[in-house]
T-cell receptor
Framework: AQTVTQSQPEMSVQEAETVTLSCTYD???????LFWYKQPPSRQMILVIR??????QNATENRFSVNFQKAAKSFSLKISDSQLGDTAMYFCAFMKSQGGSEKLVFGKGTKLTVNP | KAGVTQTPRYLIKTRGQQVTLSCSPI?????VSWYQQTPGQGLQFLFE???????NKGNFPGRFSGRQFSNSRSEMNVSTLELGDSALYLC??????????????FGQGTRLTVV
């Protein structure tokens, strides 16, 4: 079974600074997808970024980028130029790429607060 | 393009009752997954439906069931409600094509409170 671990329950950062959220996972699969989701107080889960395990290049989406280390099973999220609207819970998630299932396995989340 | 719509947004039920939650996926999406979110257990996978067939099921008791209709809309049902069933229930839709994992898009959830 796959597991996802987020070791930082809470983090805070000053507006305009950079912050990195950590995520490690455990799997015996060779092909899979990794995701970061953001859940603001509205409770809407919003996809931040997606990484395919077979791609060596790290995914980027505007101010969001990942550091994907497949051998170490690590998938950290870097948020640059933090904004107040980035305040939210951030969840790291894993999905197998085989078997035709869309099942996501989530970590426990990291609560990020961006301070003015 | 309309997003994932979950109804109702809030529900209060009494122990022992049953409840049905609804999820309308993004147009064209054929996969609908359900998750339970609680402060203690976090986000846990309930089940997934694709083209009216259950493809995967999480580790929940048989009181939790679901189905998907031909228009891809899905319902989940919880019978004999327990206090521990109080949670945010999230629905996600994805997969335009079988076997290709698309990005999962979530609805705003249904907040169920069991008293």
């Amino acid at each position: 079974a796959q597991t996802v671990t987020q070791s930082q329950p809470e983090m805070s950062v000053q507006e305009a600074e950079t912050v990195t959220l950590s995520c490690t996972y455990d799997t015996s699969e060779s092909n899979y997808y990794l995701f970061w989701y953001k859940q603001p107080p509205s409770r809407q889960m919003i996809l931040v970024i997606r990484q395919e395990a077979y791609k060596q290049q790290n995914a980027t989406e505007n101010r969001f980028s990942v550091n994907f280390q497949k051998a170490a099973k690590s998938f950290s999220l870097k948020i640059s130029d933090s904004q107040l609207g980035d305040t939210a819970m951030y969840f790291c998630a894993f999905m197998k790429s085989q078997g035709g299932s869309e099942k996501l396995v989530f970590g426990k989340g990291t609560k990020l607060t961006v301070n003015p | 393009k309309a997003g994932v719509t979950q109804t109702p947004r809030y529900l209060i039920k009494t122990r022992g009752q049953q409840v049905t939650l609804s999820c309308s996926p993004i147009s064209g999406h054929r996969s609908v997954s359900w998750y339970q979110q609680t402060p203690g257990q976090g986000l846990q996978f309930l089940f997934e439906y694709f083209s009216e067939t259950q493809r995967n099921k999480g580790n929940f008791p048989g009181r939790f069931s679901g189905r998907q209709f031909s228009n891809s809309r899905s319902e989940m049902n919880v019978s004999t409600l327990e206090l521990g069933d109080s949670a945010l229930y999230l629905c996600a839709s994805s997969s335009l094509f079988p076997g290709i994992q698309e990005k999962a898009f979530f609805g705003q959830g249904t907040r169920l409170t069991v008293v």
